[in-house]
């Protein structure tokens, strides 16, 4: 059995890439894979981002710099035509990582990654403001949570100190950008990877017990 410790942010470009590619691996080994969810917001505040984005459009020219990453993975996915509905503005990481971690709270870690995947697609794929309440609630309803139960959860203090308890976490490790994977709480897998070296690692490490034939390093050391 190996556990992954999946650091990542709902408004993160290399974080839809990259959770997309670990799904489709961690299918391949069911039941020697356990996937553990933690919140690292890369805009932790509104204002943060109007410092870089005094207006609207300056934060939409933003999101569009963003959004060319996703193009650069995925050839046919079109940028200007998200952010040309017209939906995203201002967007920051807290509401919906709090939404992630509602989800949590109801149905595990699989409700945590199923309803940051529909958020990630509802950003990056329809353009919508996941920092808007309805939004947030319109997904709940799609991933088929208690929707009521939902409603008092994501915007708790709960799911706040669960996002800044993950986050400390993350921080103490050495972690400071996601995506970033722990395996075992001691092997530390930064950035995009390929489907074919989380395969090989995950393989690697159900065989040996430990990184044999690929290269990794303990959080602890330094790059």
């Known amino acids: 059995m190996i556990k ?6 709902v408004i993160c470009p290399f974080c839809f ?8 691996v961690v299918r391949e080994f069911k039941g020697e894979v356990i996937v553990k969810h933690k919140a690292f917001s890369i805009i932790s505040s509104l204002e943060d981002l109007k410092e870089i984005a005094p207006t609207i459009e300056d934060a939409r020219k933003v999101f569009l710099n963003e959004f060319q990453i996703v193009k650069k993975y995925f050839p046919d996915y079109d940028p200007e035509k998200v952010i040309s509905k017209g939906k995203i503005g201002y967007v920051w990481s807290i509401p919906p ?4 971690k509602a989800a949590e709270f109801q149905k595990g870690d699989e409700g945590h990654w199923e309803y940051f995947d529909k958020a990630q697609d509802k950003f990056f794929l329809e353009g919508e403001d996941v920092t808007q309440d309805e939004v947030l609630i319109k997904i ?3 991933v088929g949570l208690d929707v009521e139960q939902f409603k008092r ?7 706040k100190l669960a996002v800044i308890e993950d986050e400390e976490e993350a921080k103490a490790m050495g972690i400071h950008g996601v995506p970033a994977i722990l395996i075992n709480d001691v092997w530390l897998v930064r950035g995009v990877q390929s489907e074919d070296f989380l395969r090989q690692t995950i393989e690697d490490i159900l065989e040996h017990g ?5 290269k990794l390093k303990a959080f602890w050391e330094r790059e």
């Open 17 to 24: 890439v990259m959770s997309k590619r670990l799904k489709n």
């Open 4 to 9: 992954l410790t999946f650091f990542h942010d």
């Open 97 to 100: 990582l709090m939404a992630c």
């Open 210 to 214: 430990e990184p044999k034939n690929v």
């Open 140 to 142: 709940a309803e799609e």
């Open 153 to 159: 959860d994501f915007k708790s203090k709960k799911a």
